[in-house]
């Protein structure tokens, strides 16, 4: 089967089944996974942030970073569809009592800095404590402006809050921009990155901060459940991923961009196209029949009010080659 619901489908090739068969480990809790080790100063210095620190999944590393930059009554300012607002359980208001202050973003993604000022609550008793700005990046996609990213790390020096990017597909905007991860981090404090998304690790995620940051972080990490023992067995799919799936994702952008322009050959109606996301727009009685149709055809997509495509290392252009055809054929019905 081709799967284009998400690039989280992705299973560990041969390759990297043998990276993490062949792991040292030692028990991580106690600070003694050389993988583990060698996975989180990987993440450091392709960061350029003192320290990092490997979590289960994206949800766990987000819970935690917001745990260690926010007390409780403390309100973190949002996107209205970013995942550690809309998707992740509420996790931060019903575990760590911080309240969120969700605001809609702006076309490109971006959060914009005169709405985000108008909602930051004064020093008063009435309020919450307004503390950290998460911006998403990619979000939907989007890859957020380096110059934005760049206004928006001075604008929370002045008002004295920290940034954290929820980067889950954060290579997904280095490849897209042609620049290191080092100069999309240099303008936030805190950053997750998903390791089990586009860069194919069965499992995942890391925070990225300053030292002191990563060791509240720890903390967090293990009252929340995440401290892991021989976890080097998954930090070496991690490491296998940082050496031969970054720079790969280009292709996976080349893919939906040209299954976007392939589709809109034969008449659908895309809305966008961004990394390594097509978004397409299906009248309503289409959307059941055309998901089954391409089911009995060995291809499942997610359709809906919003069908979206996503592009991975498991799709080469031969499958999304037979996804045109099929869906032409389909249209002819
Ligand atoms: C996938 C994702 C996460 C984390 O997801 P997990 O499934 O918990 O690893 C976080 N943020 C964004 C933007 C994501 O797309």
């Known amino acids: 089967m081709v799967d284009l619901r998400s690039d989280t489908v992705t299973r560990p090739g041969a390759a990297m089944l043998a990276a993490m068969m062949s792991a040292e480990t030692g028990d991580d809790v106690y600070g003694d996974d050389p993988t583990v080790n060698a996975l989180e100063a990987e993440a450091a210095r392709l ?5 990092a620190l490997f979590l289960p999944t994206g949800t ?3 819970l935690v970073a917001l745990l260690s930059h926010c007390e409780r009554g403390d309100e973190y300012i949002v996107g209205q569809l970013a995942h550690n607002y809309k998707y992740e359980a509420g996790g931060a208001a019903v575990l760590g009592s911080i309240q969120p202050q969700p605001i809609l973003a702006a076309a490109d993604g971006s959060l914009p800095l005169d709405v985000v000022a108008s909602v930051i609550k004064p020093d008063d008793a009435h309020f919450a404590r307004s503390t950290l700005l998460s911006l998403e990046n990619t979000h939907n996609g989007k890859v957020l402006p380096l110059a934005y990213l760049k206004d928006a790390f001075a604008f929370t020096r002045e008002h004295q809050l920290a940034l954290h990017i929820d980067g889950a597909r954060i290579f997904n905007a280095v490849v897209e921009l042609d620049v290191t991860l080092e100069a999309i981090a240099r303008y936030c404090d805190s950053l997750t990155i998903c390791l089990s998304k586009g860069l194919g690790a069965p499992v995942g995620s890391l925070l990225c901060g300053s030292e002191d940051y990563i060791k509240r972080a720890r903390r967090w990490r293990k009252m929340t459940g995440g401290g892991m023992r021989q976890a080097g067995i998954l930090a070496a799919a991690g490491l296998y991923a940082f050496q031969h799936n970054i720079a790969r994702l280009k292709e996976d952008h080349d893919n939906a961009r040209w299954l976007a322009e392939q589709l809109k050959a034969i008449g659908v109606d895309v809305r966008r196209q961004d990394t390594n996301m097509v978004f397409v ?9 055309l998901k089954q149709y391409m089911h009995q055809r060995g291809i499942i997509i997610s359709t809906g009010a919003v069908t979206r495509l996503v592009t991975h290392l498991d799709v080469d252009r031969h499958a999304l080659e037979e996804l045109v055809r099929h869906w032409q054929a389909f249209l002819a019905i």
Do not use: V
């Not at 960061?47 to 320290?51: D, E, F, L, V, Y």
């Not at 727009?281 to 029949?289: G, M, N, S």
């Open 60 to 62: 766990q590393a987000n």
């Open 47 to 51: 960061s350029g942030k003192q320290a």
């Open 281 to 289: 727009r299906l009248a309503d009685h289409q959307t059941e029949p």
